[in-house]
């Protein structure tokens, strides 16, 4: 009994010392943000004001006050859109989409400081009156950037071709243009791209060669959506060859060509050239796109039979062949569909 009394503060010592390395570890485990990350995020969110009686942006079902819960008391790694890397300790994601911000988007906004940033989204807010900022190429780490809906205006920065690792680009519906020098280089350097969207963007000023450009495309894109940019000429149908292409949109360009008659993108689900000047026949060969879902060929110069391929293609939910020049009647395969 007294050799217990004698150790008993032995022990009481190391279960100290041990409760001390636990309360260390864990609060080392689970305050990861680091200072110069939270710092920037809060004169980020600082800059802008939540006008919360504003109209949706589409494609908003509804808004996300995420940056309500930014505060300097709490570990930013925790708030809501942002996500860290649980070793590095940095952010490397921001989602603050349909979080109906109002405000100008600084040329030097301190979410650029956040250079181990992968993912920025900011889409569908109001940032109007400012031009896209060219200390977006700072972020060269960026994998996903989607600034769609947000009312920019002025020229698309030659920064953004900084972008070597860049999987998905949406800038959407914003009033930008994009050169032709930028467009070279941003298309040369993001050889990982899967995702495109430039729906709306002004690249009238190349138009000369618009068509041209499209050729050293990624072959890895999934979807390509170019719909309304000013594209005009003669496109090759290798564009619709790509082997992972599963989207592909160039609605209201003035672009012509002809459907392949072999090779298709056999993964192809949406197809969308309304209001181009495609022509010709469509071939037999439409018929291999099994997985299509949607296909809109209407307002453009489409000539002969609908082939009976067509309804080879169970899995449509929606076809527009209207406003061309086909004739011949409607196969009762229509059925099949």
């Known amino acids: 009994m007294r050799s217990f009394f004698i150790l008993l503060p032995y022990f009481t010592f190391h279960l100290f010392f041990l409760l001390l390395l636990v309360t260390h570890f864990t609060s080392y485990t689970f305050s990861l ?3 110069h990350d939270s710092s920037a995020l809060l004169q980020f969110k600082n800059s802008f004001y939540v006008n919360t009686s504003s109209q949706l942006y589409f494609p908003c079902s509804s808004f996300s006050f995420k940056i309500e819960s930014w505060k300097n008391s709490m570990d ?42 992968q993912q920025l989204n900011l889409a569908s807010n109001d940032f109007s009156e400012s031009s896209m900022p060219i200390g977006i190429g700072d972020l060269v780490k960026l994998t996903h ?76 894109l999934i979807s390509l959506s170019l719909a309304d940019i000013g594209l ?69 110069n489409f000539n002969g039979i609908a082939p009976l391929s067509f309804w080879n293609l169970t899995q449509l939910t929606y076809l527009d062949l209207s406003h061309n020049k086909l004739n011949g009647e409607i196969s009762p395969l229509l059925s099949n569909l």
Not at 84 to 100: A, E, F, P, Q
Not at 254 to 264: A, F, I, M
Not at 282 to 299: A, E, H, N
Request: aromatic residues 8%; neutral net charge.
């Open 145 to 220: 950037l989607n600034l769609s809906y947000c009312s920019l205006n002025g020229n698309i920065p030659s920064t953004i071709s900084h972008f070597s690792k860049l999987v998905s680009l949406d800038l959407r519906f914003n009033y930008v243009e994009l050169d032709s020098l930028t467009w070279k280089k941003l298309i040369h350097n993001a050889t990982n791209l899967r995702e495109l969207y430039l729906d709306g963007v002004d690249m009238f000023s190349i138009r000369d060669t618009s068509s041209s450009m499209l050729k050293n495309l990624s072959s890895s």
């Open 33 to 35: 943000c680091s200072q």
């Open 232 to 300: 005009q000429g003669n496109l090759s149908s290798d564009i619709l060859s790509l082997p992972n292409l599963q989207r592909l949109d160039l609605s209201f360009n003035e672009l012509s060509g002809q459907l392949p008659k072999s090779n298709w993108s056999t993964p192809l689900r949406y197809l969308n050239l309304r209001f181009s000047a495609f022509s010709g026949e469509i071939p037999y060969s439409i018929g291999q796109l099994k997985s299509l879902t949607r296909l809109v060929l209407s307002d453009c």
């Open 76 to 117: 930013c790694c925790k708030w809501d859109g942002v996500t860290c890397d649980t070793v590095s300790n940095h952010v490397i994601g921001v989602d603050l989409s349909c979080s109906n911000l109002n405000g100008e988007l600084h040329p030097k906004s301190t979410v650029f400081q956040l250079i181990h940033l």
